[in-house]
């Protein structure tokens, strides 16, 4: 009965959702779908939590999220609502998926090479570098898709309420297979298989994407290769704002009410432990049969639970380990930029002491770093004024608050600005835009205190929980307290993690908790009507 539903919403019943970013927004709509009357409570005067928007002098800029990866996933979330990816968002493929730059010997231009995704074209590149390494890629994305189709179908969309997924035949019978992928780290996977350094830290990157380095996490997720090689990188036209406000629009349609610039203070709850409602930070009470916290999960058991009620105290944070922090720079521009495409990654040669200065022991901001540039308006005639460009830079940096604020204009905490200076200076070099601080006529920049103050980031982390193998699939916090019940999760901290698809997963998963759905796999998809 792994598909019964346990948990039809009753007439009348509530749902408080805490939190209006992407996870937030997804959740409610599922649930208002379901049949619940949901309201979404979101602390900060606009949705999208960190994929937020921030304008200035006729820009626009995306304030996280920037690659749009795992179209299926979203496509897979629209059909649940019964629509389309296609239907409410336009999406336009990157040719080149993006360029990476090498750190130049001197004072020159770095060497670089575009990446085009498709096989063919990635195995073309990584043979004119290497030879024989266009067949080794080949062998790599084969066992990267079936990496992916294995965690999509066994792992990602699974609430490990019970351990009946994991008791799969299939997954059984892979254990040989499996082991190796989690007890070796993603460097040392590539490694052996490859020697040109650019090609590795290629391979390697996708970690970040994950919160952590590739010298920490499994090299399960060489999966993530298959992503941008062999299927595609797409942008959704107008920003990731739009991925926000479409969700937001499909979530009012279903009846949602969303309160924004409304922080809460407690989850309530009754005699029995059950979670009633939520106060507010103005003292005001809203009752509700569950509620779905998808802030902070270190915020939400240590700020809005008592200590008796929390299934994931301040001794548990201690052996934890938060994504790296980022310093974030907004970049206004003054006429074109041609050397960037709309991704770019600037990688140096001191790759592991890079790792080593933003998750070690000893911490500190690298300089040179290893940064990614987005320049949206390469893509996108709406994010800048004519003849201007839109650059977001990130730079990974420790997760550490007292590194500092950010601030417009250079007005930040003196160390970050320096650091953006740095950055600035580097991307310049580098790409050979070499009076490209000369033309900055908007900046503003964002760091790890910024993310611990506006949106209670544990040690003022960017992204969420790190994927280490400690803090994967069933190892990872679930989306149910295990002391408050009716109180749920979902987010980039809980099951499955980090990234704008996994948080539509985890507002998935609570879907299935309330409907006593064990199986490993997503929701079945409504059935469309003929033509």
Known sequence: ????????????????????????????????????????????????????????????????????????????????????AAAELDLAPLVP???????????????????????????ALFE????????????YLDSAADAYDLAV??????????????????????????????????????????????LRQVL?????????????????????????????????RGGFTEIIAAIE???????????TGTPVAQILTADDGSATGVRLADTTEIPADIVVSTADLHHTETVLLPPDRQSYPERWWRKRTPSFGALLILLGVEGEISELPHHTLLFTRGWRENFDAISGRDTHIPDPASLYVCRPSATDDTVAPEGSENLFVLVPI?????????????????????????????????????????????RRTIAPADFARDLGAWRGN??????????????????????????????????????????????ELVVKRLRGDTSAGPLPEPATPAG
């Not at 994991?166 to 590539?190: C, E, G, H, Q, Y």
């Open 128 to 139: 004119s570098r290497e030879p024989g390494a266009g067949a080794r890629l080949d062998e």
């Open 249 to 259: 629009r499909l979530a009012r349609e279903r009846g949602v009410e969303v309160r």
């Open 398 to 442: 420790p997760a550490d608050p007292e590194l500092g604020h950010g601030g417009v204009d250079g007005r930040g905490d003196p160390a970050i600005e320096a650091a953006a200076d740095r950055a600035i200076a580097q991307i310049a070099q580098w790409t050979g835009v070499t009076d490209l601080a000369s033309r900055v006529t908007v």
């Open 153 to 198: 179908s066994k792992f990602l969309y699974d609430t490990y309420a019970t351990s009946e997924g994991l008791r799969d035949p299939d997954i059984l019978k892979r254990v040989p297979t499996l082991a190796p992928l989690l007890t070796r780290s993603l460097n040392r996977f590539v490694e052996r298989r490859f020697d040109d350094p650019m």
């Open 1 to 84: 009965m792994s598909r019964a539903r346990a948990h039809e919403a009753a007439p009348g019943s509530r749902a408080v959702v805490i939190g209006g970013g992407i996870a937030g927004l997804s959740t409610a709509a599922l649930l208002a779908h379901e049949g619940y009357a949901v309201t979404v409570i979101e602390a900060r005067d606009e949705t999208g939590g960190r994929a937020g928007s921030w304008e200035r002098d006729g820009f626009r800029f995306d304030t996280g999220p920037s690659w749009y990866l795992m179209p299926e996933v979203f496509d897979h979330f629209f059909a649940l609502l019964g629509t389309s």
């Open 97 to 123: 998926a993006y360029r990476v730059y090498a750190e130049p010997e001197g004072d020159g231009v770095g060497e670089h090479i575009d990446v085009v995704s498709g096989r063919a074209e990635a195995t």
């Open 462 to 507: 960017s992204l969420g929980l790190a994927h280490t193998l400690g803090q994967s699939a069933l190892f990872r916090p679930g989306n149910a307290s295990k002391k408050v019940p009716g109180l749920y999760y979902a987010g980039s901290s809980v099951l499955p993690g980090i990234g704008l698809p996994m948080c539509l997963i985890s507002a």
């Open 204 to 236: 390697g990157y996708p970690a970040v994407f994950l919160g952590s380095s590739p010298y920490d996490v499994p090299s399960l997720y060489h999966l993530m290769s298959h992503l941008d090689l062999d299927d595609a990188v797409l942008y959704p």
